[in-house]
């Protein structure tokens, strides 16, 4: 049964994050009551002040997010690299204008989405995010996604979607399909940065792009909920 599944799904997902140290996650009664500018404003001062891990010591900027506090869609990646965390901007570098690109084929703009990262600073040398690492940043994109209340997620690579679904599959088994997450539709699919060296991925990206643009043309059909 589809409950029975969702249970399964929901159990294993909590245990996935109590493995990285999670212990709880917030949750506002009233989202409705947030204003998004107001809470990501205080957001972005709260994890400037994080000392929650040892990345604060060897970051040069936090890297937040950055677009509209209402998007339908959020784009959620790794961590910040090296031309992120001297900008305090996501995805500037190489993999951004990539990742312009193709938000520009959904014919939207990058201010029309929001885009983030499960860590919020640079591990050094672009290294893996660590157990620790995880557990304290992840909190925030939590809270990131709560304020905005998106229809739609798309986990860029690997780690977002592994991180986001409680799951050690592959991003090859994961992409091509919607997931849920607490509700929302999210899409799995390859990081930009990956593309930039693995260019024969762009075409099963492009498929998880369409699937993604016919929801976004749903939703926006839709209205609001």
Not at 14 to 22: E, K, N, T
Not at 135 to 140: D, N, R
């Amino acid at each position: 049964m589809e409950e029975d599944r969702i249970k399964r799904s929901l159990r294993a997902y909590l245990r996935h994050l109590d493995l990285l140290g999670v212990k709880g996650v917030p949750f506002s009664q009233a989202p409705t009551e947030l204003d998004p500018e107001e809470e990501l404003k205080r957001l972005r001062e709260e994890v400037a002040r994080c000392k929650a891990c040892p990345l604060h010591r060897t970051r040069k900027n936090p890297v937040l997010g950055e677009g509209d506090p209402r998007a339908v869609l959020v784009f959620v990646g790794e961590a910040p690299g090296g031309e992120e965390d001297l900008q305090g901007r996501p995805f500037v570098g190489r993999a951004g204008d990539l990742l312009t690109r193709i938000i520009e084929a959904m014919g939207l703009r990058r201010e029309e989405v929001y885009i983030t990262n499960i860590l919020k600073c640079r591990p050094p040398g672009n290294r893996n995010p660590r157990p620790e690492e995880i557990k304290a940043c992840l909190p925030f994109l939590f809270r990131q996604l709560e304020v905005i209340r998106p229809k739609m997620i798309c986990a860029l690579g690997t780690f977002a979607a592994q991180t986001l679904l409680g799951t050690k599959e592959k991003i090859s088994g994961l992409r091509g399909r919607f997931h849920q997450w607490r509700g929302i539709k999210l899409m799995p699919t390859y990081h930009p940065a990956f593309l930039l060296r693995n260019p024969q991925y762009k075409r099963d990206v492009w498929e998880d792009v369409k699937m993604m643009m016919a929801e976004y043309q749903g939703i926006k059909g839709r209205g609001p909920a």
